[in-house]
């Protein structure tokens, strides 16, 4: 861990998830309560938000939003506000996901607009940013978490904030970045954060399971993690919870 904050362990199901599953889901989780040094939380879809905020309390799982719009109501139709976040129990939303990158084009003037809009709305933002495995091979990884971490710039140094290296080629592969890897670039993402004005929680994320996340929770500078296909099922997710109070 880099800062006093506490560790963060949180389960993004992408578009996954139904009622049913998530209320057995609940039942496992609230019966194994996380230690308090250990923060938990959940990005449902937005379907789900508000059952989940019913079940457990800000103090034991605090909820995120997966996306949201830039826009705060209005003739957007299919699109989320931070509003509507708010009301349904969000304490995180993420942003700049990679699957919203390549797939939904978003780019870093949306990006910026989404990050000033959850902050207005009292919503922390889980940034994420990473390189392709080309970007990798031939040497630009720095260069590109510098060009997303550009959002940034200008912004106030107080504001909350959450970031997460989630390398694409890691992300639902099952291949992980090895420690050396893990620890050289979280170096650098504190190192530019740190140069912009931000002391913030750097998670990793990227085919974290229960066989893997104590090595890599234990690498310097990781303050948490953002799990993907292994935050689905409470055994797995509830494991990964267990490495990290044990190297947090
Ligand atoms: P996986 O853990 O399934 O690789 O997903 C990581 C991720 O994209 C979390 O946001």
Redesign the pocket.
């Known amino acids: 861990m880099t800062n006093a904050t506490r560790c963060l362990i949180a389960g993004?199901w992408?578009m996954n998830g139904i009622l049913q599953e998530s209320l057995d889901f609940v039942k496992e989780l609230q019966a194994n309560p996380a230690p308090e040094h250990v923060e938990v939380a959940l990005m449902p879809p937005f379907t789900l938000l508000h059952s989940l905020a019913d079940s457990f309390s800000e103090k034991d799982v605090r909820l995120g939003a997966q996306s949201m719009y830039c826009e705060v109501s209005g003739a957007f139709t299919g699109s989320i506000s931070p509003m509507m976040l708010r009301d349904a129990g969000c304490h995180y939303v993420?942003l700049g996901?990679?699957?919203r990158r390549d797939i939904m084009h978003e780019g870093n003037t949306l990006i910026r607009k989404k990050l000033d809009v959850a902050w207005s709305h009292g919503l922390e933002p889980i940034l994420?940013i990473g390189e392709h495995l080309e970007e990798r091979e031939s040497g630009r990884t720095n260069e590109v978490l510098k060009e997303q971490l550009s959002v940034l710039a200008d912004v106030n140094t107080g504001v909350s904030l959450t970031v997460?290296y989630?390398p694409v080629w890691?992300?639902?592969?099952g291949k992980t970045a090895s420690p050396e890897q893990v620890k050289e670039t979280h170096a650098f993402v504190h190192e530019e954060l740190s140069r912009l004005g931000h002391d913030c929680r750097v998670l990793y994320?990227?085919?974290?399971?229960p066989n893997n996340a104590a090595e890599l929770l234990a690498c310097d500078g990781v303050d948490g993690a953002?799990?993907?296909?292994?935050?689905l099922k409470a055994d797995s997710f509830m494991k990964i919870i267990e490495a990290a109070a044990e190297t947090a």
Not at 170 to 173: D, H, P
Not at 205 to 209: A, D, L, P, T
Not at 226 to 231: P, Q
């Open positions: 993004n992408k993420i996901h990679s699957e994420c997460a989630e890691a992300i639902g592969t994320g990227g085919s974290v399971n953002l799990v993907g296909g292994a935050s």
